[in-house]
């Protein structure tokens, strides 16, 4: 095998004033032809600045200032702006993580894709390269594809023309940055498929750059882990994911969720929510135009007894989420009944709802959106438990009591959001759900924007908390293994029905409905179980 | 956008922006009458002979002794038939005058119109593309300083410099007073009439123009699909013009939307301090003299242009952002 690509000792500044000195510090790596390299490791490790080095795509205020870049036996750092703008696109290209915002919106797909071909001195082929192109990423009818505007795709079609362009001129060089992480799990599975056929077909060597174990685990030919900007460990990818030998590693496998349910309290039929018939439809459309009819959620009964967790799992648009906010009045259904403890909710006023508020609350997915950063901690908790007539002083004591639950420092309570971190957030947000003491929480992909480790820790906390004080609840997620850990029942949602709806490990075990087996089938890394490790202390 | 929805949808806005037009009409209309003083006690005081019964006579004359709902609906009528009513004190129909003065201030407020356009989005482009750089600072600065200043004084100021002490343009009227020219000549007099009024309606735009230009600029190029286009070897220019300029339009094109539906009444100033035969002064003069008709016609007019350019505006996002739906 030809060696592709060298980095060594490579070190990049970070501007003054950043948590640590370096972005990267000290990176060794190399990648052959024909080969996939997996670059793992949490939020802020550096493996995107390592990527970007390569590329010659660091943003000003970031200077390398050591080690050396060797890609097709010539030396990268230090050729001119013009030289390497030539290599990139012709024999490096790179494919980004964020689907629907990396394609230029007000250019046709085809034309986008053209434009690489032109400005390396292929203008001429465009015409024929650009449909043989899209073909080649699987993409349906690719002469209309092509004139399409990249609002028209899906976020998995317009990742097949982002690795459409990036094979446009043929590269050696393929990286590829998180490439499905923004992208639904059956969609992944099928981008994952593509970018390894691709690859083995046309024998280029993959930086695959991710945080996710279980993608590791299907891609993946060599790993190397980063922590703080170094790497900490490198190795085949079973090596590494069999037998971790660095703590962080360990740390990160461990932490990578299981799948596999944990014993629980057998539940009584005791009816906290039922869901009867609920209907959300949206329409789109007025005057001149056609009415749009989007079903969001229909067929979706369930119900939810006392200390139970139930799982409603689906991809996006599925309308978990909007179930989920029918039960709080964030959506408005037109239909059915929301009982809860017998009692229907939907028909009551906004002045009926008010006692309900505080018995159902809900925990949402952005922690950095779900705070107003302008209000400290401590008033972001006690705000509900006083508007609902608690005593300022007794509210503040039991937010203390909470920030201790959720393991934050009671010094917390006078800080600004913005002085946490995303798992901290989390939990703040979660101390603010739990000063209301509900007795239903909604729990709105809580973990889905953490890294793995703080993940684990969420889940963990949630396990606790839920067995502590005997919460039931509602937990929305698109992850299946954070489901299977975490939820008693699992109820999966396809365009706005529940299809499957059954304990835990009959679903996961023995799924009945055809859409279940094929989100399980596209769980990456399946046939990959994490080794069990010793406690790390 | 679809074509096939197009005619459906242009028809839709035309219903509804005639709709609007109509009620800024009776808006309009209210207005005017809620204003104390009429045309006759104005005519009757000017020529002196103020006395009850010519008063009566007048109004009779004018119609203004009719019952409010009456005459609201006398003129109705009549902008529907584009009759917009008789001027008493110029003695010429309001329409006529209107027409008469229309191409004066499209030409001012056109050629200040483009002038901004050009001169801010270039100016916006330079300081975005060297951004930190002294030619950043310079434009900054000078945008800040035509933002700032009131648009007569910058107007005064340029007759100032150019007409008093240059001795290089006029520093008044469409063009000059008692030569007969044609032709290049002809063009190049009222092109030299144009360009101090132009430039001091247009300043100011300039300013929101390279403001805008620049903002959005710098935000367009921190967004991930310029830097796909760096990934794949798209050369630094071209990423400027095909990438960042084009997405970077799409505020600047709202903007001007509302500038050119502004341009007519907002010229008034301006038409003003240079003697602009103009819509602008047309409207000054009617609102001194208790003009009723030509002044109701003014806002019918700028009204229209408003409603049309914002039509106008909507029709050009849909063609140039393809996101935006016709539905």
Known sequence: MTRLLTVENLTVGLPAGADRPHAVEDVSLHLDAGEILCVVGESGSGKSITANTVMGLLPKGLPVKGGAITFEGEPLLGLSAEAMRSRRGRRMAMVFQEPMTALNPLMKVGDQIAEALAVHGKGAEAKARVPELLAAVNLPDPAAIARMHPFRLSGGQRQRVMIAMALALEPALLIADEPTTALDVTTQAQILRLIREIQQRRGMGVMFITHDFGVVAEIADRVAVMQRGRIVEQGTASEVLNAPRHPYTRTLISAVPHGRASDRAAIGPEPVLAMKGVTKTYQRGGWFGARAVVKAVHDADFTLNKGETLGLVGESGSGKSTLARCVVRLVEPEQGEILFHGANLRPLSRQGWLPYRKRIQMVFQDPYASLNPRRKVGDAITEGPVTHGVSPAEARQRALELLRLVKLDPSAMDRYPHEFSGGQRQRIGLARALAMQPELLIADEPVSALDVSVQAQVLDLLAEIRQRLGLTMLFITHDLRVAAQICDRIAVMQRGAIVELGPTAEVFGAPKHPYTRSLLDSIPGRGWTPPELAEIS | ?327
């Not at chain 2, 008709?293 to 505006?313: E, H, R, W």
């Open chain 2, 1 to 327: 956008m679809e074509l096939s929805r197009f005619p459906a949808y242009l028809a839709g806005r035309l219903v509804k922006a005639a709709i609007v037009v109509l009620a800024i009409v009776v808006c309009n209309f209210f207005l005017i009458h809620a204003a104390p003083g009429d045309p006759a006690s104005i005519i009757a005081g000017q020529s002196g002979a103020a006395d009850a019964k010519f008063l009566e006579q007048l109004r009779a004359q004018f119609g203004l002794d009719q019952p409010l709902y009456v005459q609201l609906w006398v003129y109705l009528k009549g902008v529907l038939t584009l009759d917009l009513g008789f001027s008493h004190r110029q003695q010429a129909s309001v329409a006529a005058l209107l027409w008469d003065r229309l191409p004066a201030t499209l030409l001012l407020t056109g050629a200040a119109f483009l002038f901004a356009i050009v001169i801010g989005v270039t100016m916006g482009a330079l300081a975005a593309r060297r951004v930190g750089s002294w030619s950043d600072s310079v434009i900054t600065v000078l945008a800040l300083t035509f933002y700032a200043t009131p648009l007569f004084w910058v107007g005064l100021m340029l007759v100032l410099l150019f007409s008093v002490t240059l001795e290089w343009l006029p520093s008044f009227g469409m063009m000059s007073v008692g030569v007969e020219l044609s032709g290049f000549a002809w063009l190049l007099d009222i092109g030299k009439h144009l360009l101090l009024p132009a430039l001091t309606l247009g300043l100011f735009y300039v300013a929101v123009y390279a403001r805008l230009t620049r903002a959005t600029m710098l935000e367009v190029a921190d967004q991930d699909f310029v830097k796909t286009a760096r990934a794949k070897g798209v050369p630094e220019g071209r990423i400027l013009r095909r990438h960042v300029l084009r997405n970077a339009m799409l505020p600047v094109i709202t903007f001007a939307g509302i500038q050119a539906g502004q341009l007519i009444g907002g010229s008034i100033l301006v038409e003003t301090v240079f003697a602009w035969p103009g819509i602008g002064r047309l409207a000054f003069e009617a609102l001194l003299a208790r003009d009723y008709q030509v002044l109701m016609g003014v806002f019918f007019c700028t009204s229209v242009m408003v409603v049309l350019f914002n039509l106008i505006t909507d029709l050009l996002y849909a063609i140039v952002d393809p996101r935006v739906e016709v539905s």
